[in-house]
């Protein structure tokens, strides 16, 4: 028998019903009620409580309704593994897939001589600009200075070079970083993560710090997945207890027995007028009382 899906009818041709059976097979799994399963067939308000029963009775109608409740529970489960899949790859998910925070070259790592190198000849001449025409305001002095024809320490230089790359290790023999170089964080192209990564990522928020990544939580997931896998049964977050059941628990844990005097056996009993005998009665009291005696004592 084809294993498929409830919603794929294909696996009722093998029972051979009516166009009517297979309507109401088909409503009863989605409610097993075969009254409201008959009339979704098409039978009359009138006829549908007596046509439901007959249905039910069916050998053929039965066994499909047997056969369709197995592939729903097949298809529940089938998405249960994928949920678990899921929690699974997220809480496993490497986030330097997304983020990376990495330490690169600094401008004198490579430079000449360690001077400040540039990336480009035009970024050198961009900076040169800039700087000309915040010093000078005649247009004659800007144009002189770019031109080289100025000597002023305040103007950057090119005596470093060019070829900065900040993807570059940093060098050991730097004297203006130690070695240490700089740090520069690198987001991943979004369009194309996979697996895993694409799971974790849950967009980009612009802050006023800058671009923060948003990731699903890992931690919920891993929990997620533990209580799917029964790791946690029969375990209670002290959070879920009752308050009046943790004190009943604190009471009973701060317990402490306290003694019972047992009664004492007639054999042991303290002799009736004897000074000890504090059940004996004061004489003083009433003069004509009795003293007392076991029920042993007593002849019948």
């Known amino acids: 028998m084809s294993r498929t899906t409830p919603g794929d009818t294909a696996w009722l041709d093998a029972f051979e019903l009516t166009p009517r059976q297979r309507d109401f097979v088909l409503a009863y799994l989605q409610d097993p009620n075969a009254k409201q399963a008959a009339l979704a067939a ?47 790859d997220i809480a496993t998910a490497d986030t330097t897939d997304l983020v990376q925070n990495i330490i690169g070259a600094c401008r004198y790592c490579y430079g000449t001589n360690h001077d400040h190198q540039w990336k480009t000849p ?44 900040i993807t570059d290790d940093p060098n050991p023999a730097c004297p203006e970083c130690a070695g240490l170089g700089i740090e520069y964080v690198r987001i991943a192209d979004t369009r194309k993560l996979t697996g895993p990564a694409l799971l974790l990522y849950d967009g980009v928020e612009e802050t006023k710090q800058g671009r923060k990544v948003k990731l699903q939580d890992r931690a919920k997931a891993l929990d997620s997945l533990a209580k799917h896998l029964g790791m946690f049964a029969g375990k209670v977050d002290p959070e879920e207890i009752n308050p009046l059941e943790r004190l009943a628990q604190a009471l009973v844990a701060n317990a402490t027995a306290v003694p019972v005097r ?13 000074p000890l005998d504090q059940s004996a009665p004061d004489p003083s009291e009433d003069e004509n009382q009795s003293t007392y005696q076991d029920d042993e004592d007593v002849d019948p």
């Open 42 to 88: 098409g039978y009359a308000e009138r006829s549908a409580q007596m046509q439901g029963s007959r249905l039910i009775s069916n050998d053929k109608v039965g066994d499909a309704i047997t056969e369709g409740r197995k592939l729903i529970e097949q298809a529940a489960m089938m998405d249960a593994d994928r949920i678990a899949r899921r929690w699974a």
């Open 262 to 274: 047992a009664d004492p056996t007639p054999d042991r009993r303290t002799p009736a007028g004897h």
């Open 122 to 165: 035009r970024e050198y001449r961009e900076a040169l600009e800039d700087a000309a025409r915040s010093l000078f305001e005649d247009d004659d002095l800007i144009a002189a200075a770019i031109s080289g024809q100025i000597e002023d320490g305040r103007l950057p230089n090119d005596a470093g070079g060019y070829g900065y790359r």
